[in-house]
């Protein structure tokens, strides 16, 4: 009963603002595809009660995007905007606990960071400091512990070094790289950079974070690195992952 709900609720989303009542018939514009919103994978909160969900619209004039965090009853009957910040929220996750909403923002800085928010509103706060961007958020069972991946390389397990290495790549002369690999293009990112997924772990209280990967000599897939491809024992002792030596 919950998914047949959750379906017309995605339906409704997706059409609200679409037809016009009384409208005539005619072709489907480009125009008119453009308008519909497009929604991210649903977040369903402990209770049931609620779905968390990106909504991206789009701006023909400008040819530009925006996304941000609805919260829908799973009644049908309420639909509310949670975020309002200029930068994109995407990919909203709900704690164990009920409390909190986990998000990614670029919002300060060149890299995508973990936000949290209240499912009540008001404004949201910047978890994690790291020097890379995340993705594929993952909550611990105690609420205390967010996981995600971040793509770095291999001989550089902390901030240090990451900063360090990093600061000489842009220093250096030649933009040119060598490619002794038959992979080196997946899709539209290239991965010849020599960086490779992992999965870190931030602390929800300080933000304070840890490469759960340094000197493992492992990597989730090149070719993925998304939460699909790690999980977390309910006890937060132990990682289970999809690995490909480095």
């Known amino acids: 009963m919950l998914f047949k709900r959750l379906a017309a609720l995605v339906v409704l989303l997706v059409f609200a603002g679409f037809a016009t009542p009384q409208a005539g018939k005619r072709?489907?514009?480009?125009?008119?595809?453009?308008?519909?919103?497009?929604?991210?994978?649903?977040?369903?909160?402990?209770?049931?009660?609620?779905?968390?969900?990106?909504?991206?619209?789009?701006?023909?004039?400008?040819?530009s995007s925006n996304t941000q965090i609805w919260l829908?009853?799973?009644?049908?009957?309420?639909?509310?905007?949670?975020?309002?910040?200029?930068?994109?929220s995407t990919g909203p996750l709900w704690s164990p606990d009920g409390k909190s909403i986990a998000f990614t923002s670029k919002r300060d800085g060149d890299t995508t960071q973990i936000h949290v928010i209240s499912p009540t509103g008001g404004e949201a706060k910047q978890l994690s400091k790291l020097p890379m961007s995340a993705s594929g958020l993952k909550w611990g069972t105690d609420s205390k512990t967010i996981y995600c991946v971040v793509r770095t390389w291999p001989d550089t397990p902390d901030d240090e070094s990451y900063r360090k290495k990093e600061k000489a790549k842009k220093e250096e002369k030649s933009s040119a790289v060598?490619?002794?690999?038959?992979?080196?293009?997946?899709?539209?990112?290239?991965?010849a950079d020599g960086k490779r997924p992992v999965v870190f772990a931030v602390d929800v209280e300080s933000g304070?974070?840890?490469?759960?990967?340094?000197?493992?000599?492992?990597?989730l897939p090149i070719t993925g690195g998304s939460a699909s491809d790690y999980d977390i024992s309910p006890d937060g002792k132990e990682i289970c992952f999809t690995s490909e030596t480095s």
């Open 72 to 88: 829908c009853s799973t009644d049908g009957k309420t639909q509310k905007q949670l975020t309002f910040h200029k930068a994109s």
């Open 27 to 63: 072709p489907i514009t480009v125009e008119d595809l453009w308008k519909v919103k497009r929604l991210g994978k649903p977040s369903i909160s402990p209770d049931g009660a609620w779905v968390a969900i990106d909504v991206t619209t789009f701006n023909m004039d400008d040819n």
């Open 178 to 191: 060598i490619i002794d690999d038959a992979l080196y293009r997946y899709w539209d990112h290239w991965i």
């Open 208 to 219: 304070r974070h840890r490469n759960l990967f340094a000197g493992a000599k492992r990597s």
